[in-house]
């Protein structure tokens, strides 16, 4: 198929540059669509309240790797990442549909546990597995999530919406995702060389437990609700922070600056960073899965969020004309780039 | 994995099985869950009306052979087919996600002529496209698509209502979609032997498009509307007539009599099941994938609907303790069995 040169190398493109691509001329025509492609989640009119729908495809040997994600985590970690989606929207998730394709070498029993996972999850966060569809595959496994959330008209946050000198936010921690997926990836190649070689993951749980189990931020959404805060804008962190500030700020006309002294990073993650020669604020930039929220606020709604332990103030908005950059640590002041990750070059896994 | 004599080979159990197995212990706890897993869509509390969502993952290799399908036709029937899980429920569609997995082999081409065939189905039948997923694959092409529709509570049908002594309809004509399956694998198989053999495809288009590009049968719930009648249950048939009566019968605790002379069956079906050895009447009890509309409708609205030409009446329920039978066109009593598409048992594809 690619030996006519007229035609495109998926690669060329990127996973947002296709998305662009096949949807720039969707017209949305239902007067119950309220927002189509281009955010964390659809929204859809539903009487006094909005739906948020999102979608999601995990794939084997793209998004996981089955030699070292037990069947448990990667079910609770399949609904936490769709999860993130709707926390993303200031909104709260309620239902999710699952369905599956499974090549004939797993078993039953491996494919109750993965739904074990699925179920700890959605009972976690009070979400109902409400329908999906279960079909075999050619080879490997494929798991698509569609979650609905709700919130009400008033608290609902795209990404499209941030104010100019707003507080732009980051919940938890970063890149601690990526090191436990170098950490994982190493102690694979060791095994795989060796097999009577043990991994060594002892004293690394957190950044493990942040590779394997993520957990969607939405005690935020609560945090924010309780201090009476609507962020202007929200996105969540699936592809590293460079990546999604730059989305937020590109969709909100908006240019940034964030310090990178302030970018939160874990002891253990910083630790692990070193050992792979990789600066540690580099890895909370550009790795991925962190499923943090991003956020700006209102700098009239300091006060109110300024003791909130769950999340850290990192920047702020400017000017679009200003560009995306970060002042390091020694004071200067370089450009944003995304290297996040990127599903169809394989290289940047 | 299958080396443990414990474990259980994922063929044991059939689709619905294993969905039964993974899904028994769910209990939905959100109010706006009005229906769980069991029916052709989840029902979600929407307001002043209900909202139905369905969703479908259909897998290269097992659902559909990129051998003989052409890409636009793909992507019609990818929409097409959640569409019809709609229609089963009396509703009305409105929006699709729709989530990719694609192998580098395929080009940017390919995927955009699958997309302007999902765009053409959402054209026709007015639904939006607002979202979705788009992903590498380690390979083959992986599609999961996510519709939401609508009804007024008062319209929508469930496949377990079904009264006693209703009639029992069927809408359009079945075994087309079979026969045109047969038939593109029969060519495919002279054109895999010598590929100067042209396949013989003359004079059969509707076998064909009822494979490669079948409709949901929305002008039937139009028609319904039209004629002030609420179906008392409803499924689509898209494992096959015997399977989906039998669906049907059994969330209802019905009994069913079927007329074999009164299944619609087009004449293009009729002779090339003959040319394959096959009776008529048990390619269009047994073949998948019609995506026409079974459904039972009170005899009191008898009257409303004996001249729709859109659909056929067939047969009428009767107690669950006389069983599922069809009589025979020589007038003899024999038991219903489902002998459809089962995606994990290959053998019977």
Redesign the interface.
């Known amino acids: 198929?690619?030996e006519n040169k007229n035609?495109?190398?998926?690669?060329?493109?990127g996973?947002f540059g296709?998305?662009d691509?096949?949807?720039k001329?969707?017209k949305?025509?239902?007067k119950?669509?309220v927002?189509?492609?281009g955010d964390d989640?659809?929204i859809?009119d539903?009487?006094?309240r909005l739906?948020v729908?999102?979608?999601?495809?995990l794939?084997?040997?793209?998004?996981f790797d089955i030699h070292y994600t037990p069947l448990r985590h990667l079910g609770y970690k399949a609904i936490a990442v769709n999860l993130s989606d709707i926390a993303a929207m200031n909104a709260r998730p309620?239902?999710v549909?699952v369905?599956?394709?499974?090549s004939?070498?797993?078993?039953?029993?491996?494919?109750?546990e993965l739904?074990a996972g699925m179920?700890l999850c959605c009972e976690r966060y009070?979400?109902?597995?409400?329908?999906?569809?279960?079909?075999?595959?050619?080879?490997?496994m494929?798991i698509?999530v569609?979650v609905?959330g709700?919130a009400k008209k008033e608290q609902l946050v795209k990404r499209s919406t941030a104010g100019l000198k707003d507080l732009i936010c980051v919940s938890g921690d970063l890149g601690g995702a990526y090191m436990g997926l170098l950490l994982l990836e190493r102690e694979k190649e060791v095994f795989l060389k060796d097999p009577s070689n043990q991994p060594e993951l002892e004293g690394k749980d957190y950044i493990l437990e942040r590779q394997l189990k993520p957990e969607p931020r939405l005690d935020v959404i609560d945090v924010l609700e309780k201090q009476k805060v609507v962020p202007t804008s929200m996105i969540d962190i699936s592809d590293g922070l460079a990546s999604e500030v730059l989305h937020l700020c590109k969709d909100s006309h908006k240019g940034c600056r964030l310090y990178e002294e302030k970018i939160p990073i874990d002891t253990q993650t910083y630790d692990m960073a070193i050992e792979f020669a990789i600066t540690p604020s580099v890895a909370a930039l550009n790795g991925g899965e962190d499923y943090e929220l991003l956020f700006t606020v209102a700098q009239a709604d300091y006060d109110k969020i300024k003791d909130c332990m769950e999340f850290s103030i990192i920047g702020y908005t400017t000017d679009e004309s200003e560009g995306c950059s970060l002042i390091t640590k020694d004071d200067k002041l370089i450009e944003l780039k995304a290297q996040g990750w990127n599903?169809?070059t394989?290289e940047n896994k």
């Not at 035609?7 to 493109?13: A, G």
């Not at 729908?53 to 495809?57: E, F, K, P």
């Open positions: 198929m690619l035609l495109t190398n998926l690669n060329e493109y996973e296709l998305i691509l096949l949807t001329d969707i949305l025509k239902n119950s669509s927002l189509g492609v989640a659809a859809i539903s009487g006094d739906q729908v999102s979608t999601d495809l794939v084997e040997g793209i998004h309620e239902q549909l369905s599956i394709a499974i004939s070498r797993y078993t039953v029993e491996a494919i109750q739904y179920k009070g979400v109902d597995l409400v329908g999906g569809d279960t079909t075999s595959s050619v080879s490997g494929f698509s569609t609905l709700y599903a169809f394989k």
